[in-house]
């Protein structure tokens, strides 16, 4: 079974940066298509990026491309999303899966950016 941690968010300001990591136990990252996704207060649960197992591939969301960049650790077997240039629109629960989502989702992490 496989459990999904994820990190690194915060409070920030607009135009600020985070760093989320999400850790896998129970499956290898490198071996999946991996996701990170978002869910702001009121909406539905959106794609963000992701990374291809293969060639590590990335796609991203037109709301947040040229702002973010998804990467993956095999070492550590964590799946990481730099987040730059934030904005309020950003505010959300963010949570990584594979790609489309298959396994349980773990309990995200909240960002929060400030006008």
């Known amino acids: 079974q496989v459990q999904l941690v994820e990190s690194g968010g915060g409070l920030v300001q607009t135009g600020g940066s985070l760093r989320l990591s999400c850790a896998a136990s129970?499956?290898?990252?490198?071996?999946?298509?991996m996701g990170w996704y978002r869910q702001a207060p009121g909406k539905e649960r959106e794609f963000v990026a992701s990374?291809?197992?293969?060639?590590?591939?990335?796609y991203y969301a037109d709301s947040v491309k040229g702002r973010v960049t998804i990467s993956r650790d095999n070492r550590k077997n964590t799946v990481n999303l730099q987040m730059n240039s934030l904005k309020p629109e950003d505010t959300a629960i963010y949570y990584c899966?594979?790609?489309?989502?298959?396994?349980?989702w773990g309990q995200g992490t909240q960002v929060t950016v400030s006008s």
């Open positions: 129970g499956r290898s990252v490198s071996t999946y298509d």
């Open positions: 990374i291809s197992r293969s060639i590590g591939r990335t």
């Open positions: 899966n594979q790609r489309p989502a298959y396994w349980s």
